[in-house]
């Protein structure tokens, strides 16, 4: 199957910092990749779609100037949460459907101090 | 948009018996339906998908039923293990659709 691989893993940080989680496709390119944000013993939730060299396409209620999007290449996607705060405390996975079947990175937990 | 409705949230099965997760969707024009089980702390892996112009799929001890009429779909695990114990995802997307919607998961654990 497809390889996702984001980065950090884990991260913690203080209220007001930004973060930037990156996902990288691994042997294929990705003209897009899907954002999900899990909250502790809850569902997947889509947060944007990522498109390489446009812009992002995000879901309903999720701010757009909080949760900034970067698809500069076929291969890389980046998510920066801006001005962070704990309730932005979560597991952020991205994940890409080359064939479409969707694969996951193995995710990056964010805890905000 | 599409919902998808994932019943139970728990699930307990004592080891050898078998295991049935429920989901119902809400868009008649999903024609995708995978599930995923995910293990504490790390990303889901699909375990089995089905597309709506099949009835059932199986794959060893596990199988996925479909149906289009009623809008739902069942995950069936068969001689359960312990190590089946984790949350398990259902899915749907529509035809041209690149976004799946999850369930709300179920939690399921093999009791020795």
């Known amino acids: 199957g497809a390889v996702v691989s984001q980065h950090p893993s884990w991260v913690i940080c203080k209220s007001g910092t930004s973060v930037k989680i990156e996902c990288r496709s691994l042997d294929f390119q990705a003209t897009t990749m899907f954002w999900y944000r899990q909250f502790p013993k809850q569902s997947l939730m889509l947060m944007a779609t990522?498109?390489?060299?446009?812009?992002?396409?995000?879901e309903q209620g999720v701010e757009k100037d909080k949760f900034l999007i970067n698809h500069a290449s076929l291969t890389l996607s980046t998510l920066t949460v801006t001005s962070a705060h704990p309730e932005d405390s979560s597991f952020y996975i991205c994940?890409?459907?080359?064939?479409?079947?969707?694969?996951f990175g193995e995710g990056s937990r964010l805890t905000v101090l | 948009g599409e919902n998808v409705e994932q019943h139970p949230s728990t699930l307990s099965v004592q080891e050898g018996d078998s295991a049935v997760i429920k989901c119902t969707y809400s868009d008649s024009a999903s024609n995708y339906f995978p599930w995923y089980k995910q293990e504490l702390g790390k990303r889901p892996q699909l375990i089995i998908d089905?597309?709506?112009?099949?009835g059932e799929k199986k794959d060893q001890r596990i199988a996925v039923t479909l149906n289009k009429t009623a809008k739902h779909f069942s995950l069936h695990i068969t001689e359960t293990q312990p190590e089946d114990s984790a949350v398990y995802f259902c899915a749907a997307r529509s035809f041209g659709n690149e976004k799946l919607t999850f369930g709300t998961g179920t939690r399921l654990t093999i009791i020795p």
């Open positions: 990522s498109n390489e060299g446009s812009k992002a396409t995000y």
């Open positions: 089905i597309r709506s112009n099949v």
């Open positions: 994940s890409a459907a080359p064939t479409g079947e969707l694969f």
